[in-house]
Protein backbone atom coordinates (compact mmCIF):
# COMPACT_ATOMS: atom_id res chain seq x y z
CA UNK A 1 0.00 0.00 0.00
CA UNK A 2 1.45 3.42 -0.71
CA UNK A 3 0.25 5.68 1.45
CA UNK A 4 3.01 8.02 1.34
CA UNK A 5 2.98 11.28 0.21
CA UNK A 6 -0.70 12.00 0.14
CA UNK A 7 -2.68 14.34 2.20
CA UNK A 8 -3.65 13.39 5.38
CA UNK A 9 -6.31 14.75 7.14
CA UNK A 10 -7.51 13.72 11.00
CA UNK A 11 -9.88 11.21 11.22
CA UNK A 12 -13.16 10.25 13.39
CA UNK A 13 -14.75 7.16 13.74
CA UNK A 14 -18.49 7.05 14.75
CA UNK A 15 -19.08 3.91 16.13
CA UNK A 16 -22.58 2.21 15.74
CA UNK A 17 -25.54 1.26 18.50
CA UNK A 18 -24.80 -0.11 21.51
CA UNK A 19 -21.41 0.32 20.80
CA UNK A 20 -18.74 2.90 22.12
CA UNK A 21 -14.92 4.14 20.66
CA UNK A 22 -13.41 1.28 21.92
CA UNK A 23 -14.73 -0.80 19.04
CA UNK A 24 -12.48 0.61 16.82
CA UNK A 25 -9.39 -0.21 18.76
CA UNK A 26 -8.19 -2.77 15.76
CA UNK A 27 -9.25 -0.16 12.83
CA UNK A 28 -7.90 2.62 15.10
CA UNK A 29 -4.65 1.36 16.11
CA UNK A 30 -4.12 0.16 12.22
CA UNK A 31 -5.13 3.87 10.61
CA UNK A 32 -2.29 5.06 13.27
CA UNK A 33 0.59 2.88 12.37
CA UNK A 34 0.13 3.97 9.23
CA UNK A 35 0.69 7.70 10.12
CA UNK A 36 -3.01 8.69 10.57
CA UNK A 37 -4.25 11.21 13.17
CA UNK A 38 -7.82 9.20 14.77
CA UNK A 39 -10.53 10.47 17.17
CA UNK A 40 -13.18 8.56 18.54
CA UNK A 41 -16.29 9.86 20.53
CA UNK A 42 -18.77 8.15 22.21
CA UNK A 43 -22.69 8.98 21.53
CA UNK A 44 -24.56 8.76 24.55
CA UNK A 45 -26.86 7.09 24.71
CA UNK A 46 -25.89 4.42 22.08
CA UNK A 47 -28.77 2.02 22.53
CA UNK A 48 -31.37 3.87 20.37
CA UNK A 49 -33.22 6.12 22.97
CA UNK A 50 -32.57 9.23 21.53
CA UNK A 51 -32.81 9.85 17.67
CA UNK A 52 -30.07 9.86 15.28
CA UNK A 53 -30.73 13.55 14.68
CA UNK A 54 -29.98 13.91 18.46
CA UNK A 55 -26.93 11.82 18.05
CA UNK A 56 -25.99 13.61 14.72
CA UNK A 57 -25.28 17.30 17.62
CA UNK A 58 -22.90 15.36 19.48
CA UNK A 59 -21.07 14.63 16.61
CA UNK A 60 -21.11 18.58 15.77
CA UNK A 61 -20.30 19.27 18.87
CA UNK A 62 -16.69 17.28 19.01
CA UNK A 63 -16.11 18.31 15.81
CA UNK A 64 -16.42 21.74 16.75
CA UNK A 65 -14.02 21.05 20.26
CA UNK A 66 -11.57 19.11 18.64
CA UNK A 67 -10.88 20.60 15.45
CA UNK A 68 -10.15 24.12 14.61
CA UNK A 69 -12.56 25.54 12.09
CA UNK A 70 -10.38 25.83 9.16
CA UNK A 71 -9.43 22.32 9.21
CA UNK A 72 -11.12 19.57 7.04
CA UNK A 73 -11.44 16.38 8.49
CA UNK A 74 -12.55 12.37 7.03
CA UNK A 75 -15.43 10.58 8.72
CA UNK A 76 -15.48 6.54 9.06
CA UNK A 77 -18.64 5.64 10.51
CA UNK A 78 -19.77 2.13 11.58
CA UNK A 79 -23.71 0.62 11.07
CA UNK A 80 -25.80 2.91 12.69
CA UNK A 81 -23.20 5.39 13.26
CA UNK A 82 -22.93 5.77 9.38
CA UNK A 83 -26.64 7.12 10.07
CA UNK A 84 -25.99 9.73 12.17
CA UNK A 85 -23.10 10.82 10.43
CA UNK A 86 -25.07 11.14 7.15
CA UNK A 87 -27.15 13.62 8.93
CA UNK A 88 -24.60 15.40 10.53
CA UNK A 89 -23.40 16.20 6.91
CA UNK A 90 -26.42 16.62 5.00
CA UNK A 91 -28.21 18.03 7.74
CA UNK A 92 -25.62 19.86 10.21
CA UNK A 93 -23.33 21.53 7.66
CA UNK A 94 -20.91 18.69 8.14
CA UNK A 95 -20.13 19.32 4.49
CA UNK A 96 -18.53 22.15 4.91
CA UNK A 97 -15.82 20.29 7.19
CA UNK A 98 -15.84 16.63 5.72
CA UNK A 99 -13.56 15.21 2.62
CA UNK A 100 -13.65 11.69 2.84
CA UNK A 101 -16.65 9.79 4.46
CA UNK A 102 -16.78 6.22 4.86
CA UNK A 103 -19.58 3.93 5.82
CA UNK A 104 -18.93 0.18 7.19
CA UNK A 105 -22.20 -1.79 6.70
CA UNK A 106 -24.77 1.32 7.37
CA UNK A 107 -28.21 0.13 7.08
CA UNK A 108 -28.77 3.26 4.70
CA UNK A 109 -31.99 1.99 3.61
CA UNK A 110 -32.95 0.42 6.82
CA UNK A 111 -32.87 -3.01 8.23
CA UNK A 112 -36.05 -4.92 9.52
CA UNK A 113 -33.88 -5.59 12.95
CA UNK A 114 -34.72 -2.33 13.87
CA UNK A 115 -38.75 -3.26 13.96
CA UNK A 116 -37.32 -5.30 16.97
CA UNK A 117 -37.52 -1.60 19.37
CA UNK A 118 -39.40 0.84 19.92
CA UNK A 119 -36.78 3.43 20.92
CA UNK A 120 -36.71 6.46 18.79
CA UNK A 121 -33.79 5.61 16.92
CA UNK A 122 -34.34 2.48 15.69
CA UNK A 123 -37.81 3.21 14.57
CA UNK A 124 -35.69 6.01 12.33
CA UNK A 125 -33.57 2.91 11.15
CA UNK A 126 -36.85 0.92 10.23
CA UNK A 127 -37.02 0.79 6.22
CA UNK A 128 -38.78 3.43 4.41
CA UNK A 129 -39.06 5.59 7.23
CA UNK A 130 -39.19 9.52 7.30
CA UNK A 131 -36.00 9.64 8.96
CA UNK A 132 -34.44 7.85 5.77
CA UNK A 133 -36.92 8.79 3.18
CA UNK A 134 -35.55 12.40 4.40
CA UNK A 135 -31.74 11.66 4.10
CA UNK A 136 -32.58 9.34 0.66
CA UNK A 137 -34.15 12.53 -0.85
CA UNK A 138 -31.40 14.52 -1.48
CA UNK A 139 -28.02 11.67 -0.93
CA UNK A 140 -26.90 13.65 -3.94
CA UNK A 141 -25.15 15.85 -1.37
CA UNK A 142 -22.71 13.02 -1.02
CA UNK A 143 -21.33 13.76 -4.45
CA UNK A 144 -20.19 16.68 -2.73
CA UNK A 145 -17.01 14.20 -1.26
CA UNK A 146 -15.45 11.08 -1.93
CA UNK A 147 -18.10 8.96 -0.64
CA UNK A 148 -17.80 4.92 0.37
CA UNK A 149 -20.05 2.25 1.33
CA UNK A 150 -18.21 -0.56 2.36
CA UNK A 151 -20.50 -3.88 3.05
CA UNK A 152 -21.03 -7.71 3.34
CA UNK A 153 -24.11 -9.49 1.87
CA UNK A 154 -23.38 -11.71 5.09
CA UNK A 155 -24.86 -9.45 7.23
CA UNK A 156 -27.30 -10.41 9.46
CA UNK A 157 -27.55 -6.70 11.31
CA UNK A 158 -28.56 -5.12 7.88
CA UNK A 159 -31.23 -6.99 6.50
CA UNK A 160 -31.58 -7.15 3.75
CA UNK A 161 -27.76 -6.85 3.65
CA UNK A 162 -28.19 -4.74 0.21
CA UNK A 163 -29.66 -1.63 2.30
CA UNK A 164 -26.13 -0.49 2.57
CA UNK A 165 -25.72 -0.16 -0.99
CA UNK A 166 -26.70 3.35 -2.07
CA UNK A 167 -26.76 4.69 -5.67
CA UNK A 168 -23.80 7.33 -5.22
CA UNK A 169 -20.48 7.73 -4.38
CA UNK A 170 -17.73 3.64 -4.26
CA UNK A 171 -19.16 0.31 -3.25
CA UNK A 172 -16.96 -2.26 -2.04
CA UNK A 173 -18.73 -5.52 -1.45
CA UNK A 174 -16.60 -7.76 0.93
CA UNK A 175 -17.69 -11.48 1.86
CA UNK A 176 -17.07 -10.66 6.02
CA UNK A 177 -19.37 -13.36 7.72
CA UNK A 178 -20.29 -11.11 10.70
CA UNK A 179 -21.63 -7.92 10.72
CA UNK A 180 -19.29 -7.16 13.58
CA UNK A 181 -16.49 -8.65 12.04
CA UNK A 182 -15.79 -5.90 9.84
CA UNK A 183 -13.88 -3.65 12.03
CA UNK A 184 -11.08 -6.54 12.76
CA UNK A 185 -11.61 -8.26 8.63
CA UNK A 186 -7.93 -7.01 7.20
CA UNK A 187 -9.60 -6.31 3.85
CA UNK A 188 -12.19 -3.91 5.39
CA UNK A 189 -9.04 -2.60 7.12
CA UNK A 190 -6.95 -2.13 4.13
CA UNK A 191 -10.07 -0.65 1.68
CA UNK A 192 -10.31 2.21 4.55
CA UNK A 193 -7.09 2.80 4.33
CA UNK A 194 -6.56 3.13 0.87
CA UNK A 195 -9.94 5.15 0.71
CA UNK A 196 -8.22 7.24 3.15
CA UNK A 197 -5.20 8.40 0.70
CA UNK A 198 -7.54 9.07 -2.38
CA UNK A 199 -7.48 12.10 -4.09
CA UNK A 200 -10.19 14.74 -2.15
CA UNK A 201 -12.62 16.13 -4.85
CA UNK A 202 -11.90 19.71 -5.50
CA UNK A 203 -15.11 21.47 -4.69
CA UNK A 204 -15.21 25.08 -3.75
CA UNK A 205 -15.36 25.27 0.37
CA UNK A 206 -12.07 23.43 0.03
CA UNK A 207 -10.35 25.07 -2.68
CA UNK A 208 -7.56 26.35 -0.06
CA UNK A 209 -6.86 23.64 1.62
CA UNK A 210 -3.69 22.12 0.83
CA UNK A 211 -1.92 24.54 2.45
CA UNK A 212 -3.65 23.63 6.70
CA UNK A 213 -1.55 22.21 9.48
CA UNK A 214 -2.62 18.36 10.20
CA UNK A 215 -2.73 18.05 14.40
CA UNK A 216 0.28 16.13 15.83
CA UNK A 217 -0.24 12.64 16.05
CA UNK A 218 0.04 12.51 19.56
CA UNK A 219 -3.08 14.94 19.89
CA UNK A 220 -5.61 11.68 19.11
CA UNK A 221 -7.69 10.09 21.33
CA UNK A 222 -7.53 6.13 20.18
Known amino acids: MNTNNQQ??????????DDTGAVFYRLGKYLKQLGWSVYALDLVPNNGAVGLDELAKQVADYVAKEFPAELPLDLVAFSMGG???RYYIQRLEG???VQRFIT???PHNGTVIAYGSQRPGCV????????????????????ELNFTSIWTPYDLMIVPAKSSQIPV???VILPVALHPWMLSDSRCLSVVAETLTEPIKPYP????TQNFQKLPLGDDNI
Open 104 to 106: ISS
Open 124 to 143: QMRPNSAFLKDLNSDMAMLK
Open 169 to 171: GKE
Open 8 to 17: RNPVLLVHGI
Open 205 to 208: QFAN
Open 83 to 85: IVS
Open 95 to 97: IKR
